[in-house]
């Protein structure tokens, strides 16, 4: 765990300076070095707090929008790669405790929602729904409609080509029943499959769209 000034960085990133440095330090340590004094309960609180405040978000921010409109935006903004993007930004991986070699883009985004507990633990939830806002209000002002996941877009795209129907198989799993990881692979006429792994069959699925959509040149939200 980074010492001194690099702290002190993280409590400005993060708009809160922490009575309980000791929630701070679980909520990036990896059991692979801390064991059951890891993230991993304050990643499952996180992801619920994380929820109620960007379901609040945007029903104020899209009157408008239907249930459906305002899941997909849901899905999309508490999704493990936007998880992921917001850890790069934060710097998780400069005070991560975690084995060499174990690192990956599903720990980034376990350990921003084990901090976003931390900070609703340490501050209330006055503290948490402010660092969840500065962070995610950018995130909500950058699609001006609802994204279409990616297994919705990979569907549709292969209907408008009159190609068959993406098919999903389960390839494998790993990893402890607390933390697995599903690998998945789709298959599409005429393509070669693309394969992805994630901690659900469901994002596995999701991840292996996104990557064949890619693949194609597709963009996921034309």
Aim: charged letters at 25%; a negative charge; aromatic letters at 6%.
């Amino acid at each position: 765990m980074a010492k001194g000034p690099a702290i002190e960085e993280l409590f400005g990133t993060l708009g809160h300076r922490f009575s309980n440095r000791g929630l701070l330090i679980r909520a990036l340590s990896h059991s692979s070095v801390a064991g059951p004094e890891s993230y991993e309960r304050l990643e499952f609180l996180g992801d619920r707090v994380l929820g109620l405040v960007v379901a609040q978000l945007l029903l104020e921010r899209f009157p408008a929008e239907n249930e459906g409109e305002i899941g997909r935006r849901f899905a999309a903004l508490v999704q493990a790669s936007t998880l992921a993007r917001v850890g790069a930004d934060i710097g998780v991986e400069r005070f991560a405790r975690v084995s060499p070699g174990v690192l990956n883009e599903n720990i980034v985004a376990d350990m921003v929602e084990a901090l976003i507990a931390a900070v609703y633990l340490d501050g209330g939830m006055t503290s948490a729904e402010a660092f969840i806002r500065r962070i995610w209000d950018p995130l909500v002002e950058q699609k001006s409609r609802p994204p279409r996941d990616p297994k919705t877009a990979l569907q549709e795209w292969a209907q408008s080509k009159g190609h068959g129907l993406p098919v999903y198989s389960d390839v494998g799993r790993r990893g402890p029943d607390h933390q697995p990881e599903f690998t998945v692979e789709v298959s599409l006429e005429g393509q070669e499959p693309a394969r992805a792994s994630g901690p659900s069959k469901r994002a596995a699925e999701q991840d292996a769209a996104a990557g064949m959509l890619a693949r194609l040149g597709v963009k996921q939200d034309a």
